[in-house]
T-cell receptor, first 111, second 112 residues
Framework: NAGVTQTPKFRVLKTGQSMTLLCAQDMNHEYMYWYRQDPGMGLRLIHYSVGEGTTAKGEVPDGYNVSRLKKQNFLLGLESAAPSQTSVYFC??????????FGPGTRLTVT | DQQVKQNSPSLSVQEGRISILNCDYTNSMFDYFLWYKKYPAEGPTFLISISSIKDKNEDGRFTVFLNKSAKHLSLHIVPSQPGDSAVYFCAASEGGNNDMRFGAGTRLTVKP
């Protein structure tokens, strides 16, 4: 069992570029989440999904889009990256919407 | 607005002693609380949780205490071990909804 994996681990973007972060889980969990972690602020929820084909906004959704076409994958897209989106991004999944299992994170820098 | 606060950014304790990490929250509708542990370059891992119907939950060396009237919870680690050195996040949710709120974390260092 790989658990939750994230691709890529690191990425540097120029302002205005786009990219997609991939999250995959092999635990057959219904719930999946994308968070960002910034210094001194803890984790903040960007978007989440309660099942295949569903997505919803979290606390800080602006500038991001998501898709969950398959139960095991949850994609996070940045259409036009901004320096304010420099952060560490964590994906998580959960069987019950309580305990969450996190991936190792993606460190994104936007210059 | 930060609804979950961990006011101590860091804590240092001696191996074998007790570590007490604190967390305060402002939303009285929160009814489920969790602690996560995070090592560098890894994602957070779930440690222990407590429902608002309880005031204590124990799992081995880890105990979480909940004081609803004070909107305060704490994590006790006894005895502390060097391998416990990590950042600890407190989290809270309301009715199992999807918007779990996290504190900023406390970095625990356990010295041999």
């Amino acid at each position: 069992n790989a658990g939750v994996t994230q691709t890529p681990k690191f990425r540097v973007l120029k302002t205005g570029q786009s990219m997609t972060l991939l999250c995959a889980q092999d635990m057959n969990h219904e719930y999946m989440y994308w968070y960002r972690q910034d210094p001194g602020m803890g984790l903040r929820l960007i978007h989440y999904s309660v099942g295949e084909g569903t997505t919803a906004k979290g606390e800080v959704p602006d500038g991001y889009n998501v898709s969950r076409l398959k139960k095991q994958n949850f994609l996070l897209g940045l259409e036009s990256a901004a320096p304010s989106q420099t952060s560490v991004y964590f994906c998580a999944s959960s069987p019950n919407n309580y305990e969450q299992y996190f991936g190792p994170g993606t460190r994104l820098t936007v210059t | 607005d930060q609804q979950v606060k961990q006011n101590s950014p860091s804590l240092s304790v001696q191996e074998g002693r007790i570590s007490i990490l604190n967390c305060d929250y402002t939303n009285s509708m929160f009814d489920y609380f969790l602690w996560y542990k995070k090592y560098p370059a890894e994602g957070p891992t779930f440690l222990i949780s407590i429902s608002s119907i309880k005031d204590k939950n124990e799992d081995g060396r880890f105990t979480v205490f909940l004081n609803k009237s004070a909107k305060h919870l704490s994590l006790h680690i006894v005895p502390s071990q060097p391998g416990d050195s990590a950042v600890y996040f407190c989290a809270a949710s309301e009715g199992g909804n999807n918007d779990m709120r996290f504190g900023a974390g406390t970095r625990l260092t356990v010295k041999p």
